[in-house]
T-cell receptor
Framework: EDQVTQSPEALRLQEGESSSLNCSYT??????LFWYRQDPGKGPEFLFT???AGEEKEKERLKATLTKKESFLHITAPKPEDSATYLC???????????FGTGTRLKVLA | NAGVTQTPKFQVLKTGQSMTLQCAQD?????MYWYRQDPGMGLRLIYY???????DKGEVPNGYNVSRLNKREFSLRLESAAPSQTSVYFC???????????????FGPGTRLLVL
């Protein structure tokens, strides 16, 4: 069964304290891995798409990487405004269906 | 551009009542999706429409119906609401070209539904 697991469930960081969020997956054929940010009471906001192992994408303090079994979202010197829930999702071969993880709730303290 | 809009923002229903959740996008996207989000669970796909005129079941379609009214609009109907359908519902859209940046999904603000 295709599955996406995110860890940790929740993470508290001090402002400036870098860390990484993990998204591990077991799917029959990965065709894309997606990272989203979700603020309370809002819809998910797209961050990155990764298609192949070794690929990396960066945006401001965020950097996403992909291996054959997992993806990491690295947050460098986070600020309080980076506080949100970060979701990852995968798409498998030949389908429009996307499987989402349960997310990591990030809190950055000033 | 408003992006993806959803109505209503919040709704309370009694068990057995029916309602339709509306979704519209102004990005000329081909594909549209309905998800539900429950505490402790990831977003789960209810139905999707890869292109105008087509709809397909997702992971949790039971108790729901959809209509792709035109390229812009994709509605979700609950014929006889049940407490288990209490959730936050998100609509999303994408240009729909798999394997490219155009498959990125853009989400609406959500509809919070409470079934008593």
């Amino acid at each position: 069964e295709d599955q996406v697991t995110q860890s940790p469930e929740a993470l508290r960081l001090q402002e400036g304290e870098s860390s990484s969020l993990n998204c591990s997956y077991t799917v029959s054929g990965l065709r894309g891995l997606f990272w989203y940010r979700q603020d309370p009471g809002k819809g998910p906001e797209f961050l990155f798409t990764l298609y192949s192992a070794g690929e990396e994408k960066e945006k401001e303090r965020l950097k996403a990487t992909l291996t054959k079994k997992e993806s990491f979202l690295h947050i460098t010197a986070p600020k309080p405004e980076d506080s949100a829930t970060y979701l990852c999702a995968v798409r498998t071969s030949g389908t429009y269906k996307y499987i989402f993880g349960t997310g990591t709730r990030l809190k950055v303290l000033a | 551009n408003a992006g993806v809009t959803q109505t209503p923002k919040f709704q309370v229903l009694k068990t057995g009542q029916s309602m339709t959740l509306q979704c519209a996008q102004d990005m000329n996207h081909n594909s549209m999706y309905w998800y539900r989000q429950d505490p402790g669970m990831g977003l789960r796909l209810i139905y999707y429409s890869a292109s105008e005129g087509t709809t397909d079941k997702g992971e949790v379609p039971n108790g729901y119906n959809v209509s792709r009214l035109n390229k812009r609009e994709f509605s979700l109907r609950l014929e006889s609401a049940a407490p288990s359908q209490t959730s936050v519902y998100f609509c999303a859209s994408s240009e729909g070209v798999l394997g490219t940046a155009q498959e990125t999904q853009y989400f609406g603000p959500g509809t919070r539904l409470l079934v008593l």
